[in-house]
């Protein structure tokens, strides 16, 4: 046979494309192989652990709020116990809830870059960004904006992918119970879906979609005659907290660490705006972009995580630009390795910082031991209650809520009363930090003093850790 003939030239041969449970297996696993080193950690940042808590509160019986204060909304106390039910009560519960959120989040951006570049390797692209810039601005940790955008881009898909209002509505009422700066991106969702409907009329199931799981939890707490606690947590406290002011040193670091981790992609987010401008074409990802960053400025901290939320437009960006390179291999490979060179180096400064000693389970599990009658974690981790089998003895567990300066007038908690009112009741055990902050615009220096005077008057040093001690009744 002649093997150079036309029957045996591979040249035009198409291969498949991978089916789309393959692509979201393939996620998954890079997700999760880029996260075992930390899928044991017994926490990465400070809010997860109240999470942790009043998920765990909750599957106790207690309704988000009645026992423990927070002023996010409900639906990431969902997702906690969800998972805590599944795997446990163990903190791999919330690390898994966050693996299983990379990857869908990841998956979605895969979709939508399919749709928005026509092209398959720019989607890998975008996904495969998502799941490598994932790693950095605290994404390693479960907070709630990765959860946040996880249901906003689920709901683009569903627009692209011609599903119905009432699930684009569902989702982007999911994404606004568990942030409510998702306000911000709906609207450009909802203008997606009425370009693509081409009737006003359409914006119906979508909006009614929305208010549903804002309705379910309006019902729970009207049903449980709470409604007016959960109002005043999970609604009225952010209004109270959109009062403070926004300061100049935390938007220039916001500006110079962005730069450093994420800058190439910023570049390809930011681009979309004039493009969108002088051709009329990526208006949707420049007005995806500018009302994820409205959503990140609106709470003027400019902690890392808040900009979690934006990284799905910003990887579809990548995507959709790198589907108009030319398709040499070389050139494509290049611009792949410089564009995420830095989020590559950013993971892995990462993951390497998330490696130190874990002295907070350690501390637990010496705690658990000794089987405590009670404990107060006056400034060090949370998630130490949980990890000692405590119950709090104050419903505000996260320690800025009472030893910071913003969070107790957010709260509506004076202070130093509650302070006072832990320490009468003589907890067997004591945690605070060892060298904690001294500046007075960040904590509290009189309720910092009142837990001198009791430790002084009733308390032994029991055992100190690198960075904590724990002190014991007399």
């Not at 997702?79 to 009560?89: D, E, K, R």
């Not at 100049?248 to 962005?258: P, Q, S, V």
């Not at 913003?406 to 302070?419: M, S």
Request: aromatic residues 10%; charged residues 15%.
């Amino acid at each position: 046979m002649d093997k150079a003939g036309a029957g045996c030239n591979h040249r035009w041969v198409k291969h498949a494309p991978l089916p789309a449970p393959a692509v979201a297996l393939l996620l998954t696993l890079a997700t999760l192989a880029s996260r075992v080193p930390v899928l044991g950690r017994s926490v990465l940042d400070w809010d997860e652990s109240l999470y942790f808590l009043m998920a765990q509160a909750w599957l106790h019986g207690h309704l988000p709020y009645t026992t423990i204060w927070d002023n996010k909304p409900v639906g990431i106390y969902v997702i906690f116990a969800g998972f805590q039910l599944v795997f446990g009560g163990g903190v791999v519960a919330m690390r898994l809830a966050s693996v299983a959120c990379v990857s869908l989040l990841a998956f979605a951006v895969f979709r939508i870059t399919e749709v928005l570049a026509a092209e398959r390797a720019a989607a890998w692209v975008a996904g495969g960004a998502l799941v490598l810039c994932a790693l950095s601005n605290d994404g390693l940790s479960a907070n709630t904006e990765l959860f946040m955008a996880c249901f906003t881009a689920l709901a683009v898909w569903a627009v692209l992918a011609g599903r119905s209002g009432w699930l684009v509505g569902v989702l982007l009422g999911c994404a606004f119970m568990v942030k409510y700066v998702a306000v911000f991106e709906a609207p450009v969702v909802l203008g997606l879906y009425l370009y693509r409907q081409r009737r006003v009329g359409a914006a119906i199931p979508v909006i009614f979609g929305a208010a549903v799981p804002l309705v379910a939890v309006v019902a729970l707490y009207t049903a449980a005659g709470k409604l007016g606690l959960w109002w005043d947590c999970s609604v009225a406290s952010n209004f109270r907290r959109v009062n403070v002011p926004m300061t100049a040193g935390a938007l220039d670091y916001a500006l110079r660490t962005e730069l450093w981790r994420w800058g190439p992609l910023y570049l390809a987010g930011v681009a979309m705006i004039p493009w969108a401008l002088a051709r009329r074409r990526g208006v949707f990802l420049a007005a995806w972009l500018l009302a994820g960053l409205a959503g990140v400025v609106v709470a003027k901290s400019f902690y890392d995580h808040y900009f979690l939320q934006v990284l799905p437009v910003l990887c579809v960006s990548l995507g959709v630009w790198f589907a108009k390179l030319p398709r040499g291999v070389v050139l494509r490979a290049g611009v792949v390795i410089a564009a995420l060179a830095l989020p590559a180096w950013a993971a892995n400064v990462a993951l390497h910082d998330a490696m130190v000693p874990d002295v907070t389970a350690q501390v637990g599990a010496d705690l658990a031991g000794q089987h405590p009658a009670s404990l107060y974690v006056f400034d060090s981790q949370p998630i130490l209650y949980a990890l000692a089998g405590q119950t709090p003895p104050t419903r505000y567990v996260l320690p800025s809520e009472l030893v910071g300066r913003t969070l107790p007038g957010v709260a509506g908690v004076d202070a130093g009363a509650e302070v006072a009112r832990i320490l009468a009741g003589t907890p067997q055990f004591i945690i605070r930090r060892e060298t904690p902050s001294t500046d007075p615009a960040v904590v509290n220096p009189a309720v910092y003093a009142q837990l001198e005077q009791a430790l002084t008057a009733r308390y032994r040093l029991w055992r100190a850790y690198p960075g904590v001690e724990v002190y014991e009744i007399r």
